[in-house]
């Protein structure tokens, strides 16, 4: 059974960063896209930023200039840098990567940026 598991959220001021997270076992890592999401109570799931397996990157245009997405395939781990948070990036951060169709998800990490 593939398991993503999400660490680095926290409680953050307005202005400040944190580094999460995504340690990725049973699946061969390298050649899988990753992508980070977001949710909030209330809205659908949004997805923030994908990393292919060659590295290119994509970004959700309110993340743009301020996170930004990595993976260390010797460590199985995709992060999210993210820098210059607002209070609105507050939400559940969840990794999330497809096999043969099939959607695999983690259980998030909070986020909360205080103002």
């Known amino acids: 059974q593939v398991q993503l598991v999400e660490s680095g959220g926290g409680l953050v001021q307005a202005g400040g960063s944190l580094r999460l997270s995504c340690a990725a076992s049973?699946?061969?890592?390298?050649?899988?896209?990753m992508d980070w999401y977001r949710q909030t109570p209330g809205k659908q799931r949004e997805l923030v930023a994908t990393?292919?397996?060659?590295?290119?990157?994509n970004y959700a245009d309110y993340v743009k200039g301020r996170f930004t997405i990595s993976r260390d395939n010797a460590k199985n781990t995709a992060y999210l840098q993210m820098n210059s948070l607002k209070p609105e990036d507050t939400a559940v951060y969840l990794c999330?990567?497809?096999?043969?169709?099939?959607?695999?998800w983690g259980r998030g990490t909070q986020v909360t940026v205080s103002s």
């Open positions: 999330h990567t497809s096999i043969m169709s099939q959607n695999y």
């Open positions: 990393i292919s397996s060659s590295g290119s990157t």
């Open positions: 049973r699946i061969i890592f390298g050649s899988r896209t």
